[in-house]
């Protein structure tokens, strides 16, 4: 029997055309001494200007620059980081410094806790901001540093103590290989390189689908991001996945900016199902741009049930491998609303199928009933702008949302006959 597939959300708790190496491309190196505009004093203020330099290097190019600032058994670690920041395009890179406290022994050192603001591509950051969500995401580090060769360098890099549930990001997390297509760049650890040129093709015909409902609803990407994870990284990467069902994740890093991992293992020999979760999980990605609110966990069955629609298209809800699922759960408990319960952490897989399956049936529903431009209002006006249901199926599709769920229930008794 198929394994049930499910793609999960995190959104939560707040849930090269050609080759695999990241170019370096041959820049000015930034010079140290133009990061100050007057001469740094105290070891603190030192250390603050040689981060100031080594983000201006970053965004120039400039990778020995970038590696000036760290220290020599770092410099493994932050050579990785810098290659695979420039290949994710970053466009800015902010380090934000504590109070400095001084090292005990050595008096010329300092430590000190830092956030390190990010933004990738020319989507993630625009330039209206407001809330902190609406900001560019960040890390916490707790730097310490001191003079090697009268240049102040990061000589101890930890995680802060701000418990972010996405952390580590993959970016920071040891080396990356890249692969960049028209549509999208695929990031893999050097060990899943072999998927790469595999899934491009793959990925480029799932993009082009998701910029069709991309351009309806008002949320054009210019790139999409996608890691290909193995085991490790699964378990590891934006905090790690431990549920054995889930085979892709998208993860929201800000009001804008949502990345895409999926778990090369489970998908590996499968390739409807790579089609699909691609798809799916790109279809997180343009049905939540913009949303207002970082947990969506209120409308689960909506977010699903558009990744889930967007996913299997051009196939209708009625005809997806998780039919069988639907009927088992129709066949336990009486259907009354179109909004499917979702499932407990103990229920078996199979409930898990059944709810993706019942709400990939809503929204195919909406969009049989209603065509799929006002289907796309009503997700724009409940995911994004965060509209109660009633408004939203009276701006939408101009009846309440109750003559929307009886007709629903209706349509999916009959598909599931």
Known sequence: MRRAFAALLVVGVLALTV??????????????????????????ERAVAALDVQSQALLAGDEAGWLAVVDAPLKARYRNMFRSLRALDVTSFVYKPGVGQPVKGNAAAVVFRAEVFYCLGPDMCPAA???EWQGPPHIEQRLTMRPVGGQYVIGVAAAGTDEDPRRPAPWESGELVALRGTRV?????????????????????????????????????SRYRIYLAGEAQWRKWYGGNQDDWAIGLAVPLNMHGIDVMLRMKELDDDPLMLRVALQHELGHVVTLSGAYRADAAEDTWLSEGIAEYIGW??????????RDSVRWQLRRKAMTTMIPEQPRPSAPARAGDAFYGLSHLAVDCMAKTYGERKLLTFVRLVLTQDNELDQAAGDAYGVPFATVDRACVKWTRQQML
């Not at 007057?38 to 070891?43: G, H, L, N, T």
């Not at 480029?204 to 069709?212: C, G, L, N, S």
């Open 19 to 44: 080759g695999l190496v990241v170019s370096r491309p041959e820049r000015p190196r930034v010079a140290i001494a133009a990061a100050t505009k007057k001469q740094a004093v105290s070891p603190y």
């Open 129 to 131: 901001q407001g809330s």
């Open 185 to 221: 760049t695929l990031f893999a650890a050097p060990a899943e390189r072999r998927y790469l040129t595999r899934v491009l093709p793959v990925a480029e015909a799932a993009a082009k689908v998701d910029d069709r409902f991309a351009a309806l609803i008002g949320t054009p990407q």
């Open 313 to 322: 298209s051009p196939a209708s809800a009625a005809r997806t491998l998780r």
